[in-house]
């Protein structure tokens, strides 16, 4: 089947998010460092901390450390490999995520730039594949923790589970599986929108509110939001196919952009 040319939205739409939330009074305080030895995850950003939501967290970097800031670099911490060989689908959409954000760019700006892979690596590590309705291409659920960058001052929030669906667009082809007109599920451009879909559920824009709001099982809602995702990213997703994983994952690995 022929390369994508068009990312229309189409009448149907069959990514939705679920997002379960709970009462705040449920939650009890919880602020680490991922950077200690009793992290069970030592991929994980050294530069983040972490807390449950109506929680302080450290200050954001002062002015005098805005160089900092500026001299930080993102690190694919969510691969398992470094030989682009050996990636796998869910791998290799994060990497086109990674390196959408990793540039200047209208889709990156919509995120909060690239201080937003510090969210998009914590997602990914999170995810676990499960099976559930086609209609759900990622659940969230669960306490909310709020995370911060220590070195960027970026913050985000993570829920307690995140979950990928075996039987969703992201991995499985037919039509009953389409996210868009004439965008075929199971290809680059599908999985990359999924992945910043669900990135914006967890991230404020510069007005303070998500940059996504939850959809939950309001399919007309999730569809406005794949809307916006595909309305200011359409040019950096088609642009994917000019780049390959292996030009990538080297950009990635050293630091500079394909």
């Known amino acids: 089947m022929g390369r994508v040319r068009s990312l229309q ?15 705040s009074s449920a939650q009890t305080t919880f602020i680490r460092s991922l950077s ?3 992290d069970e ?37 969510a691969l398992t490999s470094k030989d682009h060989k050996k990636l796998g689908l869910l791998e290799r959409a994060y990497l086109d ?22 969210a998009l690596n914590e997602l990914v590590l999170q995810l676990k594949p499960r099976y559930l309705d086609k209609k759900i291409a990622i659940r969230m659920s669960g306490k909310i923790t709020t995370v911060q960058n220590n070195r960027t001052g970026f ?26 007109s004439s965008l075929q599920p199971n290809t680059r451009e599908t999985r990359v929108v999924v992945l910043l ?46 780049l390959g994983t292996e030009q990538q994952l080297a950009s990635a690995l050293s630091g500079t952009n394909p």
Do not use: M, Y
Not at 56 to 63: A, R
Not at 155 to 178: M, Q, V
């Open 9 to 23: 939205i189409a009448s149907t739409f069959l990514l939705l998010t679920q997002l379960t939330l709970i009462s």
């Open 36 to 38: 200690t030895p009793n």
């Open 41 to 77: 995850t030592p991929n994980r950003d050294s530069d983040v901390t972490r807390s449950r939501e109506n929680t302080f967290l450290p200050t954001p970097p002062e002015e005098s450390k805005i160089s900092s800031a500026a001299g930080w670099s993102p690190v694919p911490v």
């Open 97 to 118: 995520a990674f390196t959408i954000l990793n540039n200047e760019n209208q889709c990156s700006q919509l995120f909060g730039g690239r201080f937003a892979i510090s």
């Open 155 to 180: 913050t985000f929030r993570l829920f307690e589970k995140a979950e990928i669906n075996l039987a969703s667009s992201f991995f499985r082809s037919g039509e009953h599986f389409f996210v868009v």
């Open 197 to 242: 879909h669900e990135l914006g559920h967890l991230v404020k824009s510069p007005e303070n509110r998500w940059v996504l709001p939850d959809d939950g099982k309001d399919s007309s809602l999730s569809l406005e939001n794949t809307r916006q995702v595909i309305s200011v990213c359409r040019e950096q997703i088609e642009s994917l196919s000019k």
